[in-house]
């Protein structure tokens, strides 16, 4: 089990937007600004979209973006695109005895 | 423009000693301030990150794998390892190398194509 908490499937239709949510607690996402996201296609290497709660890398779209409340992390891509479709996984660090943590993952379907 | 490459063998034994290598080109590990990660994911699952090493040497382990864990650093080649020992089934995964943002930050920003490494007899 997962230390972090995604749904496992979201889906969405070309154009429209989706959000991913990722909770944890108090000890990880509640408590640091240090989330990151990953885009995982198939067979392939993660790839970063966001870290830093909100900062988006160097030559990552601005259809990507994140946030957080409490607990609770999230991932909105908006203009949704074929090429989202795609595993993707939130990150926390969760302070200096655990360190870092992931989410299980959630499949995103473009419809 | 940075890469890393994991390499090492694809099948290992039960109760044996997993070891992989991670070439670095594009920077030099020693002079980098930067982190050095390892992350695996086991077939059909999430990710889970195995541990890091600063550029100092302080190496940074998974509270659940710290006692059978080392990862080290080889400047001459530019490299970096790691060594997972007592491998069971379970420790079948594809394993990734990838740079670790730590202060601040705490992100991979850059990763290796990944390798796949299955434990069995």
């Known amino acids: 089990q997962s230390a972090l908490t995604q749904p496992a499937s979201v889906s969405g239709s070309p154009g429209q937007s989706i959000t991913i949510s990722c909770t944890g607690t108090s000890s990880d996402v509640g408590n640091y600004n240090l989330v990151s996201w990953y885009q995982q296609h198939p067979g392939k290497a993660p790839k970063l979209m966001i870290y830093?709660?909100?900062k988006r890398p160097s030559g990552v779209s601005d259809r990507f973006s994140g946030s957080k409340s409490g607990n609770t992390a999230s991932l909105t891509i908006s203009g949704l695109q074929a090429e989202d479709e795609a595993d993707y996984y939130c990150?926390?660090?969760?302070?200096?005895?655990?360190?870092?943590?992931f989410g299980g993952g959630t499949k995103l379907t473009v419809l | 423009q940075l890469q890393l490459q994991e390499s090492g063998p694809g099948l290992v034994k039960p109760s044996e000693t997993l070891s992989l290598a991670c070439t670095v080109s594009g920077d030099s590990i020693s002079m980098s301030t930067y982190c050095w990660g390892w992350i695996r994911q086991p077939p059909g699952k999430g990710l889970e990150w195995i541990g890091s090493i600063y550029y100092s040497g302080t190496t940074y382990y998974n509270p659940s794998l710290k006692s059978r864990v080392t990862i080290s650093e080889d400047t001459s080649r530019n490299q970096f390892s790691l060594k997972l020992n007592s491998v069971t089934a379970a420790d079948t995964a594809v394993y990734y190398c990838?740079?670790?943002?730590?202060?601040?930050?705490?992100?991979?920003?850059?990763w290796g194509q990944g390798t796949m490494v299955t434990v069995s007899s």
């Open positions: 830093g709660v909100t």
């Open positions: 990150c926390s660090y969760a302070g200096s005895s655990t360190f870092g943590v």
């Open positions: 990838a740079r670790h943002l730590w202060n601040g930050v705490w992100a991979f920003d850059i």
